[in-house]
């Protein structure tokens, strides 16, 4: 599981971040043309938040978390710098930076989960 961790979290991005929780088109060749789309969508927008994170700034004080970037909004600002609606380079740096997100600690406490019981177990008991 921990091998396969890298490949698991780039699936959720591609299907989450890119928009491919669903296939639009119909035809065989139109299906391909949608998945190679948002791939290259994909491996662009993570060469650009690559650089973003390469040539970020040290902070200036002393801060309680580290941080990264949020790549949920990088994606959004990338899709928009590849549609068009974004036409400065520096202005999709800038907002790509602008926006991070805290990397906190694990837990100091202990998780309480209860087990649900399965759907079926009713059918299984008192019978």
């Known amino acids: 599981y921990g091998s396969r961790w890298l490949v698991e979290t780039s699936y959720l991005e591609l299907k989450y971040y890119v928009g491919k929780l669903a296939i639009h088109a119909r035809k065989m060749n139109s299906i391909y043309q949608e998945i190679y789309a948002a791939l290259d969508l994909y491996n662009l927008s993570n060469a650009v938040i690559?650089?973003?994170?390469l040539h970020r700034p040290e902070p200036k004080r002393n801060l309680k978390y580290k941080y990264r970037l949020n790549r949920k909004y990088a994606?959004?600002?990338?899709?928009d710098f590849f549609n068009y609606k974004?036409?400065?380079?520096?202005?999709?740096?800038?907002?790509?930076?602008?926006?991070?997100t805290p990397i906190k600690?694990?837990?100091?406490?202990?998780?309480?989960?209860i087990r649900k019981a399965d759907s079926n177990q009713h059918r299984l008991s008192g019978q």
């Open 105 to 113: 600690p694990t837990r100091y406490f202990k998780r309480r989960t």
């Open 75 to 79: 994606f959004e600002i990338c899709r």
């Open 50 to 53: 690559q650089y973003c994170e």
């Open 86 to 100: 974004i036409l400065d380079e520096d202005y999709l740096i800038q907002r790509i930076l602008k926006h991070k």
